[in-house]
């Protein structure tokens, strides 16, 4: 049972390139979420979707794109790179929003903008 | 004021001591709230949920206080493993699970 996966692990980006980050998990959770962490900053929401085909701004969105077309799959993508979007990214999922339903996350993928 | 407040810390304690955390938080429509542990530059993950009249898990406790909103864990006979970054969660009415911005604990020898 993998849970859910994120993949690239580890990848640097000169500025102005662009990169997807793919997030996928087999639980058949509805709900997914992007978070970045920075140091002294906590988790921050980036985007979420509440199911398939459906996506929805979080509290930092600017730079970041994603989608849903499959319920297991949430993409994250950045058009064009930027220093400050050098973070740790974390996936997660969970099956609803009530309190036996926590998040799931995956491993992370740490991103350096040079 | 925050949606999610943790005391940063470092808690420093020996082992065997018993340390408790609080997290407020300050949306009153708040439903559901968890525990997360975190280690360093590795993910989150689920020390326990936490329940109306409270719940425990070994030597983990959680509480809940809606009437002055905050949520606690109480770790007893602390392990070195312990060491960790502890992230309250909580969830409103929306969709959207707020994290706090976690509490570091050290158990040292």
């Known amino acids: 049972n993998a849970g859910v996966t994120q993949t690239p692990k580890f990848r640097v980006l000169k500025t102005g390139q662009s990169m997807t980050l793919l997030c996928a998990q087999d639980?058949?959770?509805?709900?997914m979420y992007w978070y970045r962490q920075d140091p002294g900053m906590g988790l921050r929401l980036i985007h979420y979707?509440?199911?398939?085909?459906?996506?929805a701004k979080g509290e930092v969105p600017d730079g970041y794109n994603v989608s849903r077309l499959k319920k297991q799959n949430f993409l994250l993508g950045l058009e064009s790179a930027a220093p400050s979007q050098t973070s740790v990214y974390f996936c997660a999922s969970s099956y609803s929003t009530g309190w036996n339903s926590p998040l799931h996350f995956g491993n992370g993928t740490r991103l350096t903008v040079t | 004021r925050k949606e999610v407040e943790q005391d940063p810390g470092p808690f420093n304690v020996p082992e065997g001591a018993t340390v408790a955390f609080n997290c407020t938080y300050s949306?009153?429509?708040?439903?559901?709230f968890f525990w997360y542990r975190q280690d360093c530059r590795k993910e989150p993950k689920l020390l326990m949920s936490v329940y109306s009249s409270g719940n425990e898990d070994g030597r983990f406790t959680a509480q809940l206080n809606r009437a002055s909103q905050y949520i606690s864990l109480l770790i007893r006979d602390s392990k070195l493993s312990d060491s960790a970054t502890y992230l309250c969660?909580?969830?409103?009415?929306?969709?959207?699970?707020?994290f706090g911005r976690g509490t570091s604990l050290i158990v040292h020898p």
């Open positions: 969660v909580v969830r409103g009415g929306s969709y959207i699970p707020t």
């Open positions: 949306n009153s429509a708040s439903q559901s």
């Open positions: 639980m058949n959770h509805e709900y």
């Open positions: 979707s509440v199911g398939e085909g459906t996506t």
